[in-house]
C-alpha cells in the first residue's frame, strides 16, 4: 500500500453532483470519499436512508457504481447475496469479467445498530467478503431525527426532547464496534473525514482485505445536530481533538489508534458547537466528560500507551 | 426420460431446484419446508450441486440474500412456509416490482396465534398480492415439475417475475409418492439459463431500488400489473412446452367432470385428490359432482375456471384459509364471485372453509359440502342467507 498524499486522491467524482443532499451533510462526504477510495469495481448495496433517498430520485441518480437499495433492516443480507452470487457465477464460468468486486453495504446509525443488526450479524458470521459502512450521524435522520441506538448520551432529538422531566437521551451510545469485533472479523476500523489520509488508508485496507471488514464512519448531520452548514469538518476535528470520537483500527485483533492526540480539549468544546446539547447545565457537561475520560483511559490501556492525552485546561 | 424415485414433496422440490442448476440458494428452516433446504444442503455439501449456500440468519434475511444474489444474475432458491413466509412478506413485494426472477417453495402450513405448524393455506393467501406468479401443487410431481416450470416462466424476458409455488405442509411435503425426476440436462434444455433482466455490473452500472416520487411511482406499479396480466400467455406455452419436453401436462385449472356438473366442487392443493376420488363414488351413487383444481391462483386464470363453472347450478368453493372481517371470508371464493359476476353468471356460489390447521378433511365433509350445495340449487345469489360455512368445527 503506497502512501496517501492529499494529491493522491483521485479525481473523478463516482459521487455525481445534483443529488439532494443537504447543504454541509456529513455524509455526503462520507460517500464521495468512499467511492473515491474505493474506485469502479465494487457494488453496493444500500440500507433505506437519508443518503438511499437523497442520491437516488428515479429518473436520476447520483451513482456511477452499481448500486442497489431494498429495504431497511437488509443492506448486509443483499450484500451478501450479491456476493455469493458472484463467487458462484464466476467459478461456473457465467461472470462477464476476471478483475476482483468488491461488495459494499452502507448503512446509516438506525439501519445497522438496531434495525439491521441481525442481518449484519449473520453477514458477519458467514465470512462473506463484503466491506460494511456504517455513517453514523447518530439518530434517524431521514424521518426527521428521531433517537437511535448510536445517539449519544444527553443528545436532543425530536423523540428524546428535552423537558422538565427528559433532559435529552438518557442512555449511553451503543458499542457497535465492540459487537461487530465478538464476530472475529478480520478488519474493524473508525474514520473520520476531518482526517482524510486517515480515512482513505482504513477504507483501502478495509476493500483489500479478504472477508467481512466494518467501517464506522462519523458524519456529522446539519439539520439534526443543529449547527451552521460551514462547519461540519471543524465539528468532525472536535470530535477526535475532544476524545468523543477516536480514530482507531483493529485488524486481526491488534488495536491501534490511528489518531493520536497528545492534548484533549474539554468535550465542553464540542457540545457547545452544536444545537442539539445546547439544553446542557454544567453538570450534564462534567458527566459527559467524565464519561469520555473513563473511555480514553481504557482506549490507552489497550492501546498500551498514552495515545490520547489528558485535557489541556484552558 | 427422468428417473423414478420415491420422494417427498420437500425432496421433489429440492431435486427440481438442484435440476435447474441454481446458483444461490439461502433459505432458513421451518417445519413443514426444513427437508428441502436439508437436501440442498446435501447436494452442494456432495457436489451434486454447484451452487453457494447461504445459512441467513432468518427467512427476511433469506429473501433479502436472493434478491441481491438475482440482482446479480444469479438463478436462485429460497423455500419456506408460515411464519417465515410473514417474514419475507415486505422483501416479496420488492422482489416483484423490482422484477427479479426468484423461485420460492412453499410449504403451506396455517400462522400463529396458536402456533401450529399443520397445513392450510393461511400463509400462501397472506402472501398472494405481492405481485408474484403463484402456484398449487396437489402432490410431490407437480411441486417438482412446477418449480421447474417457474423458472422458464420468471426468466422469460417477457416476464421477470418471482414464481412461488405452494404444496400442503405435510400432506404433500412429507408424503412419499413416486416422482418422475427431471434430470439438468432436460431441465436446462426446457428452462435455458441466461441472465435476460438487468443486472448490477461494475462495468455498466445501474441504479436499483431507487426512490420514486408521486411523479413516477405510478408507473412501476402498473408495469408489474401488466406484466403480470400479460405472463398468462407465457404460463400457457410454457405449460403446452412442459408436455413436449417431458409428457405431463398441466393446465392452469383442470376440471374433472365438470361438463355436466349440477355441483362443481372448487379446490387447490391436495383436497383435490379427495375431491376427485370422492366425485367418482358420489356419481356411482347419482350426485353430479364436477371438480376444479386451481393450479395457478396469481395471475388468477379467470377464463380457464369460468369454463368449468359456466353450466353448474352450484358453484360450492372450498377455502383454506379465512380474511377474517371480509365481505367473502374465504380468498378463493373472493376470485370465484368475482369471475362468475363479471360474465353474468348468477348462479348459487357458496363458500365452505375447512382444515384449517390441519384438521383432517374427510371425504364425508365433501359429502356434506356437496349435498348442502346441492340443496341450493334453483336460488339466484342473493337468495342465499349466507354463503359462508364452516365445516368440521366445534360450535
Not at chain 1, 432529538?157 to 469485533?181: F, L, N, Q, Y
Not at chain 1, 451552521?228 to 482507531?248: C, D, F, M, R, S
Not at chain 2, 412442459?242 to 372448487?266: I, M, N
Request: hydrophobic share 45%; net charge neutral; proline share 5%.
Amino acid at each position: 500500500m503506497s502512501t496517501f498524499t492529499i494529491a493522491s486522491i483521485p479525481k473523478e467524482e463516482l459521487l455525481a453532483p445534483g443529488h439532494r443532499m443537504c447543504q454541509g451533510c456529513g455524509a455526503a462526504i462520507v460517500m464521495r470519499h468512499l467511492l473515491k477510495a474505493l474506485g469502479r469495481n465494487v457494488i453496493i448495496a444500500h440500507a433505506t436512508g437519508c443518503v438511499e433517498v437523497t442520491t437516488t430520485l428515479y429518473p436520476e441518480t447520483a451513482w456511477r457504481v452499481p448500486w442497489i437499495h431494498v429495504a431497511f433492516e437488509n443492506a448486509a443480507a443483499v450484500a451478501s447475496g450479491i456476493e455469493a452470487a458472484l463467487k458462484s457465477l464466476k467459478k461456473k464460468g457465467f461472470l462477464s469479467y476476471e478483475k476482483r468486486v468488491k461488495v459494499v453495504a452502507i448503512g446509516g446509525d438506525g439501519g445497522t445498530v438496531d434495525i439491521g443488526l441481525q442481518a449484519l450479524s449473520g453477514m458477519l458470521e458467514r465470512g462473506h467478503d463484503v466491506l460494511y459502512v456504517l455513517y453514523d450521524n447518530e439518530a434517524y435522520m431521514n424521518t426527521g431525527i428521531q433517537r437511535s441506538g448510536a445517539t449519544p448520551l444527553y443528545a436532543w432529538t425530536t423523540t428524546t426532547p428535552a423537558g422538565s422531566v427528559w433532559r435529552g437521551e438518557w442512555r449511553r451510545k451503543k458499542d457497535i464496534i465492540g459487537i461487530v469485533k465478538a464476530h472475529g472479523v478480520p478488519y474493524v476500523a473508525t474514520v473520520n473525514f476531518a482526517y482524510i489520509s486517515d480515512f482513505y488508508t482504513k477504507l483501502r485496507k478495509a476493500a483489500e482485505i479478504e472477508g467481512p471488514t466494518f467501517i464506522h464512519a462519523y458524519s456529522p448531520c446539519v439539520p439534526g445536530w443543529r449547527y451552521e452548514p460551514h462547519l461540519t469538518v471543524k465539528i468532525a476535528k472536535l470530535a477526535v481533538q475532544t476524545g468523543i470520537w477516536v480514530n482507531y483500527e483493529i485488524e486481526k485483533g491488534v488495536f491501534r489508534v490511528t489518531t493520536p492526540v497528545p492534548k484533549r480539549l474539554p468535550v465542553e468544546e464540542y457540545l457547545k458547537a452544536q444545537g442539539r446539547f445546547a439544553h446542557l447545565t454544567k453538570e450534564e457537561v462534567e458527566a459527559i466528560q467524565k464519561l469520555v475520560d473513563e473511555d480514553i483511559e481504557y482506549i490507552n490501556k489497550i492501546a498500551g500507551a498514552t495515545l490520547i492525552g489528558p485535557v489541556e485546561k484552558k | 426420460m427422468g428417473k423414478l424415485m420415491p420422494l417427498s414433496g420437500n425432496y421433489a422440490v429440492a431435486y427440481a431446484a438442484k435440476a435447474a442448476d441454481v446458483d444461490v440458494v439461502a433459505a432458513y428452516p421451518i417445519t413443514p419446508q426444513t427437508a428441502v433446504v436439508e437436501k440442498l444442503a446435501e447436494f452442494v455439501a456432495n457436489g451434486e450441486l454447484n451452487a453457494e449456500f447461504l445459512h441467513v440468519e432468518s427467512e427476511h434475511s433469506a429473501l433479502s440474500a436472493v434478491v441481491g444474489a438475482s440482482a446479480a444474475g444469479a438463478r436462485v432458491f429460497t423455500a419456506t412456509s408460515s411464519q417465515g413466509l410473514l417474514l419475507m412478506y415486505e422483501i416479496m413485494h420488492i422482489a416483484s416490482t423490482m422484477r427479479l426472477p426468484i423461485v420460492m417453495g412453499i410449504a403451506t402450513r396455517a400462522i400463529s396465534a396458536p402456533i401450529n405448524i399443520w397445513c392450510d393455506h393461511s400463509d400462501f393467501m397472506a402472501a398472494a398480492d405481492a405481485g408474484w406468479i403463484m402456484f398449487m401443487a396437489i402432490n410431490a410431481q407437480e411441486a417438482h415439475d412446477l418449480v421447474i416450470t417457474a423458472y422458464r416462466i420468471a426468466e422469460d424476458p417477457g416476464v421477470h417475475i418471482p414464481v412461488a409455488v405452494g404444496y400442503d405442509g405435510f400432506i404433500v411435503s412429507h408424503t412419499i409418492e413416486p416422482v418422475n425426476v427431471i434430470e439438468k440436462e432436460e431441465a436446462l434444455s426446457y428452462a435455458p439459463k441466461r441472465a435476460t433482466w438487468f443486472i448490477l455490473n461494475p462495468e455498466k452500472p445501474i441504479t436499483m431500488g431507487s426512490l420514486a416520487s408521486p411523479e413516477w411511482y405510478y408507473e412501476f406499479r402498473v408495469q408489474l400489473q401488466k406484466a403480470i396480466e400479460n405472463s398468462k400467455e407465457v404460463i400457457s406455452t410454457a405449460f403446452r412446452e412442459f408436455r413436449q419436453h417431458f409428457g405431463r401436462e398441466y393446465r392452469e385449472a383442470d376440471g374433472y367432470y365438470t361438463d355436466d356438473a349440477d355441483v362443481v366442487l372448487v379446490t387447490m392443493g391436495s383436497i383435490t385428490g379427495t375431491a376427485i376420488s370422492y366425485a367418482e363414488e358420489a356419481r356411482k351413487a347419482g350426485l353430479k359432482v364436477g371438480i376444479l383444481n386451481i393450479r395457478l391462483f396469481r395471475p388468477f386464470p379467470e377464463e380457464e375456471v369460468f369454463k368449468h363453472i359456466e353450466r353448474a347450478k352450484v358453484v360450492a368453493v372450498i377455502d383454506r384459509a379465512i380474511n377474517p372481517g371480509s365481505s367473502f371470508v374465504g380468498p378463493l371464493y373472493s376470485e370465484m364471485v368475482v369471475t362468475a359476476f363479471k360474465r353474468g353468471l348468477d348462479v348459487p356460489i357458496a363458500n365452505y372453509v375447512i382444515g384449517l390447521g390441519g384438521r383432517a378433511v374427510l371425504r364425508s365433509h365433501l359429502d356434506l359440502i356437496v349435498k348442502h350445495a346441492h340443496g341450493l340449487s334453483g336460488k339466484k345469489m342473493r337468495d342465499i342467507e349466507s354463503h359462508y360455512t364452516f365445516v368440521g368445527v366445534r360450535e
